[in-house]
């Protein structure tokens, strides 16, 4: 097994969990402030929040949701490589993966035009195809 080819997974784990931090610390304050009853915002979702709290506030609830969806296709590819024994391409690829998250993550975070994210998400996607294709193949030989 190559444990190296896990560690770009835990990092991406542990930027998750800044986010998670960021989003908290930013959004707790701020419904408290607004002073809503506990017991009209029963069963409500982050999303609901959409149009309380200020947009900028938001996208960071919104990136942190997006690091729960895609990237977990990653750590499924990177368990996969790192049990068949990843390749440096892989390591590399897994680190670029991650790298592209966090930027992305900053500009969805504080500026958030479109174009860009997308242009992002769209780098990180082709890394993700490019090792799920590797992957693929390294369980086929």
């Given at each position: 097994?190559?444990?190296?080819?896990?560690?770009?997974?835990?990092?991406?784990?542990?930027?998750?969990?800044?986010?998670?931090?960021?989003?908290?610390?930013?959004?707790?304050?701020?419904?408290?402030?607004?002073?809503?009853?506990?017991?009209?915002?029963?069963?409500?979702?982050?999303?609901?929040?959409?149009?309380?709290?200020?947009?900028?506030?938001?996208?960071?609830?919104?990136?942190?949701?997006?690091?729960?969806?895609?990237?977990?296709?990653?750590?499924?590819?990177?368990?996969?490589l790192a049990l068949?024994?990843?390749?440096?391409?892989?390591?590399?690829?897994?680190?670029?993966?991650?790298?592209?998250?966090?930027?992305?993550?900053?500009?969805?975070a504080m500026v958030?035009?479109?174009?860009?994210?997308?242009?992002?998400?769209?780098?990180?996607?082709?890394?993700?195809?490019?090792?799920?294709?590797?992957?693929?193949?390294?369980?086929?030989?």
């Amino acid at each position: 097994m190559n444990s190296a080819m896990l560690a770009p997974a835990a990092a991406l784990a542990m930027w998750s969990l800044i986010m998670l931090i960021w989003m908290a610390s930013l959004r707790l304050p701020a419904l408290k402030k607004l002073g809503l009853d506990p017991e009209k915002s029963r069963g409500g979702r982050g999303q609901d929040l959409d149009g309380v709290l200020p947009a900028p506030m938001q996208w960071k609830a919104h990136n942190y949701n997006h690091l729960m969806e895609q990237p977990t296709v990653f750590y499924a590819v990177v368990i996969i490589l790192a049990l068949t024994d990843g390749s440096p391409l892989d390591l590399y690829l897994g680190w670029a993966y991650v790298g592209v998250r966090v930027v992305h993550s900053l500009w969805q975070a504080m500026v958030n035009t479109i174009p860009t994210r997308l242009l992002l998400f769209s780098i990180g996607s082709t890394i993700l195809l490019v090792m799920a294709v590797r992957a693929l193949l390294a369980t086929l030989a």
